[in-house]
């Protein structure tokens, strides 16, 4: 569990893990955390590393959970996701039914207070998982586990700053594994972001994806990558909204639309240029 200035939902979510029927082991990966949260995990557990200011680095803090854990299968759960019920663990667990199967990831529910736009993103992204035949790929840590033998064959990347759990299993499934959706897993889990923080978050999912996946000069494209996007987000956003009489974000859509654009457009290139330095860099190295 990696956790960070979480309170007071730290403390619901630990209470939730403790009541699972599921044996465990809980190792908490702190970022000297100033609120309390520490002094709730320790009601918990002794196993708690400190991951100091300034050094947080994704996928080297999940290679330091995976290297302090025992066991095929860890599980990761964000401090801020709280299991719904005494079964999430069991429930998510029974998704590795085959050797083939190299993690597995459960459902987010909306909190109560999620803000109309993000609670459907949340329905969107998880729900019954139907969604997921359009995307090229789909994973989520905040609620999953990974099999330990294939982590030992292909740690996360200690470079990439962003989606480095889209990184992993997708690098996992070119080697012909399953990545695997757990609808019955359910945690709550949602966050309403301002528009400066939605710009943030899609400026780094989009420079990830522009490393992790190969693009052509179509997908690369400002209509395909960006304006189509926006347009059928903005049509599907205005018909949910309207259908349940959420007025106010039907006017509030477009803005944080557009902020999603312009975050993840701005990283995607960004990305793109550090893939073409890597590329240029690895030619000259080859050449010598």
């Known amino acids: 569990m990696r956790s960070y200035n979480d309170m007071p939902l730290m403390a619901d979510t630990l209470a939730m893990v403790s009541r699972q029927i599921t044996p465990f082991e809980l190792i908490s990966l702190d970022n000297e955390s100033t609120d309390g949260t520490l002094r709730e995990i320790k009601k918990y557990t002794d196993r708690t590393l400190n991951?100091?200011?300034?050094?947080?680095?994704?996928?080297?803090?999940l290679n330091q959970g995976m290297e302090a854990s025992h066991?095929?299968?860890?599980?990761?759960l964000n401090s801020d996701c709280t299991p719904s019920n005494?079964?999430?663990l069991k429930n998510l667990l029974?998704?590795?039914?085959?050797?083939?199967?190299?993690?597995?990831f459960g459902r987010q529910i909306p909190r109560p207070d999620c803000q109309p736009i993000f609670a459907k993103d949340t329905e969107d992204t998880f729900g019954d998982g139907s969604n997921r035949k359009y995307w090229?790929?789909?994973?989520?840590?905040?609620?999953?586990?990974?099999r330990r033998s294939v982590w030992e064959e292909m740690k996360f990347d200690e470079d990439i700053q962003y989606s480095e759990d889209i990184d992993w299993t997708w690098r996992a499934r070119q080697k012909g594994c399953e990545i695997r959706y757990v609808a019955d897993s359910i945690v709550m889990h949602s966050h309403n972001y301002n528009l400066r923080q939605f710009y943030r978050r899609h400026y780094g999912e989009g420079?990830?994806?522009?490393?992790?996946?190969?693009?052509s000069k179509w997908e690369q494209s400002l209509i395909r990558y960006s304006l189509l996007p926006y347009i059928r987000?903005?049509?599907?956003?205005?018909?949910?909204?309207?259908?349940?009489?959420?007025?106010?974000?039907?006017?509030?859509?477009?803005m944080l639309r557009l902020a999603q654009l312009l975050g993840r457009r701005a990283g995607f290139k960004?990305?793109?240029?550090?893939?073409?330095?890597?590329?240029?860099?690895?030619?000259k190295e080859g050449a010598r």
């Open 136 to 146: 090229r790929h789909c994973f989520s840590m905040a609620s999953s586990a990974i």
């Open 233 to 254: 987000q903005i049509i599907s956003d205005e018909k949910h909204c309207l259908s349940h009489f959420f007025l106010g974000a039907c006017f509030y859509s477009p």
């Open 86 to 88: 005494e079964l999430w």
């Open 51 to 61: 991951i100091p200011k300034g050094t947080y680095v994704p996928g080297r803090v």
């Open 94 to 104: 029974a998704g590795f039914t085959d050797d083939n199967v190299a993690a597995v």
């Open 207 to 215: 420079r990830a994806e522009a490393v992790i996946f190969d693009w």
């Open 270 to 283: 960004d990305g793109l240029a550090d893939s073409a330095k890597v590329a240029t860099a690895a030619g």
């Open 71 to 76: 066991g095929e299968f860890v599980v990761f």
